[in-house]
């Protein structure tokens, strides 16, 4: 029903900044929970923001607050995960997801829409 696709991701020096992006297909991008997830080899799947359809609440993992901000675009069926102050441990494959209910969720198997994702790495 929903089609997402990540943009963005690239090569950031510590401390740099990057924007990623999330473009929704369908009709119902309105109604959908958003959420970015990250994953580096051999590491386990986090959630690092999520926000309501609306936009009225966000979630950020604990390590991110303060660098990473999640919005929205409902006209434009897009999403955006902005991240500042990029540290070596944020590197990793970022991954858009979308689940229908309203409720913030951190639990992965909630998101029934996912993005290929889009690979971010923090280096010098």
Same mark, same amino acid.
């Given at each position: 029903q929903?089609?997402?696709?990540?943009?963005?991701?690239?090569?950031?020096?510590? =401390? %740099?900044?990057l924007?990623?992006?999330?473009?929704?297909? *369908? !009709?119902?991008f309105? #109604?959908?929970?958003? /959420?970015?997830f990250?994953?580096?080899?051999?590491?386990?799947r986090?959630?690092?923001?999520?926000?309501t359809?609306? =936009? %009225?609440?966000?979630?950020?993992?604990?390590?991110?607050? *303060? !660098?990473?901000s999640? #919005?929205?675009?409902? /006209?434009?069926?897009?999403?955006?995960?902005?991240?500042?102050s990029?540290k070596?441990?944020?590197t990793?494959t970022?991954y858009?997801?979308?689940?229908?209910?309203v409720?913030l969720?951190?639990?992965?198997?909630?998101?029934?829409?996912?993005?290929?994702?889009?690979?971010?790495?923090?280096?010098?």
């Amino acid at each position: 029903q929903v089609q997402l696709v990540e943009s963005g991701g690239g090569l950031v020096q510590p =401390g %740099g900044s990057l924007g990623l992006s999330c473009a929704a297909s *369908g !009709r119902s991008f309105s #109604t959908y929970t958003m /959420a970015w997830f990250r994953q580096a080899p051999g590491k386990e799947r986090d959630a690092v923001a999520a926000i309501t359809p609306s =936009g %009225g609440r966000t979630y950020y993992l604990d390590s991110v607050k *303060g !660098r990473f901000s999640i #919005t929205r675009d409902n /006209a434009k069926n897009t999403v955006y995960l902005q991240m500042n102050s990029l540290k070596a441990e944020d590197t990793a494959t970022y991954y858009c997801a979308a689940h229908s209910g309203v409720v913030l969720s951190r639990n992965q198997y909630k998101y029934a829409y996912w993005g290929q994702g889009t690979p971010v790495t923090v280096s010098s």
